[in-house]
C-alpha cells in the first residue's frame, strides 16, 4: 500500500506537470506565436483556474467525515498542477529564475513546517486529525509542489536535461528509501523529503514526455499524455485498496 501511494504519487505529479502546460501553454497560449498578444498571462490564468479548483477540494477534504481516496487524490493532482502553473508564473512571468524560484519556495515550505510545528507540535502526518492540522498538511504539500516543479526546472534546463534529471531524482528518491528501511532517519523527515523529491521527478518525467525532440522530449501530445496518466491513476486507486492515516481514520492516507 505505501509503494502504490508514492507510486500514484510520482503519477500524479507528471500530471500536473502535462496537464498544467496543457492549460497555460497550450490551451492559454504562453508559449506560442500569439504570446503576450491577447494580453494574457497563462501562467497567472491558469494559477486562478487550478487555485480555485484546489481551493474547493480542500475545503471538501477538510469537511468530509470519512476518508474518501478519490477526493484525497483529486486534491493531490490539483495541488500539483497548481504548483506547475504557480512555480512557471514565480520563475518566468516574475522573472526570479529558477535559482530564486527554488530558493524563495524553498522558504516557503520551512516556514509552512515550521508554522505548523510552532502550532500543533508535529508536522508527522499521521497526526493530521483535526481541520487545522489539514489546512497545514495542504498548505505545505502546495508549496512543496511548487518548489519541486521549479526544482526540476533548474536542473533539466541544465546539462544533465530532462533524461538525466529524472535518473538523478530517481536515484535520490531511492536514497531516501533505503534510508526509511534502515531506520536511522526520522521518518517525519523522510516523508517531506520524498514529497518534494516527487514533485522535480515528475515534472521532468513530464517535460520528457511533451517537449519538443529538439529540446530533448519525446514530443507526445499534451492532452494524451496527461488522460494517459490519468487513467493509470484511476486504475491504481480502483484496484489497490486506500486506507486513512494511522492517526485518525477520516484524514489524509
Partial sequence: MTLTFWIIKILATTLGETGGDAVS????????????????????????????????????????????????????????????????FATRSLGLGYPGGSILLFGLVLASLFSW?????????????????????WMTITFSQTLGTALGDWVADGPLGYSGAAILFGAALGGLAVLYVTGIVSRVLLFWAAFILTRPLGAVVGDLLDKPVAKGGLDFSRPLATATLLIAILLLILLVPQRAGAGHGTRSR
Fill in 117 to 137: 510545528y510552532r502550532a500543533l507540535g508535529t508536522v508527522d502526518v499521521n497526526a493530521v486529525d483535526t481541520a487545522r492540522a489539514e489546512t497545514f498538511y
Fill in 25 to 88: 501553454m497550450s490551451w492559454l497560449g504562453e508559449t506560442t506565436s500569439d504570446a503576450g498578444s491577447n494580453g494574457i498571462n497563462g501562467y497567472l490564468v491558469g494559477t486562478a483556474i487550478f487555485g480555485m479548483l484546489l481551493a474547493a477540494l480542500v475545503f471538501s477534504q477538510i469537511r468530509a467525515r470519512r476518508f474518501n481516496p478519490w477526493l484525497y487524490w483529486a486534491t493531490i493532482i490539483a495541488s500539483t498542477t497548481v504548483g506547475t502553473t504557480l512555480a512557471d
